[in-house]
């Protein structure tokens, strides 16, 4: 049964930080390479951030410097580490595999930045 299961968000102030973690199961992970998605309302689902399982990394250019992706093979975990968030970083977060994705999305994790 896959499960990914996103964990860690909630309301803070712009120029606040937040780390998100990601707890994979059921699909592969040390040679899966890994993503965080968002999506803000009305808006569709988006990459942000992408490591491959070699632990090279990517971003969109709206987050560049300021959110770091990072994984745990052994834990098969994946983090964000997200600071200096802003208003417009508000989304519900999710991770998913990228090279084996999941069909099923998980709950994703709420992040809030207030002005």
């Known amino acids: 049964q896959v499960q990914l299961v996103e964990s860690g968000g909630g309301l803070v102030q712009a120029g606040g930080s937040l780390r998100l973690s990601c707890v994979v199961s059921?699909?592969?992970?040390?040679?899966?390479?890994m993503g965080w998605y968002r999506q803000a309302p009305g808006k569709q689902r988006e990459l942000v951030a992408g490591?491959?399982?070699?632990?090279?990394?990517g971003y969109v250019e709206s987050v560049k410097g300021r959110f770091t992706i990072s994984r745990d093979n052994v834990e098969k975990t994946v983090y964000l580490q997200m600071n200096s968030l802003k208003p417009e970083d508000t989304a519900v977060y999710y991770c998913?595999?990228?090279?084996?994705?999941?069909?099923?999305w998980g709950q994703g994790t709420q992040v809030t930045v207030s002005s």
């Open positions: 998913n595999g990228r090279t084996y994705p999941s069909r099923t």
């Open positions: 059921g699909i592969p992970f040390g040679g899966n390479a």
């Open positions: 490591i491959t399982g070699d632990g090279i990394t």
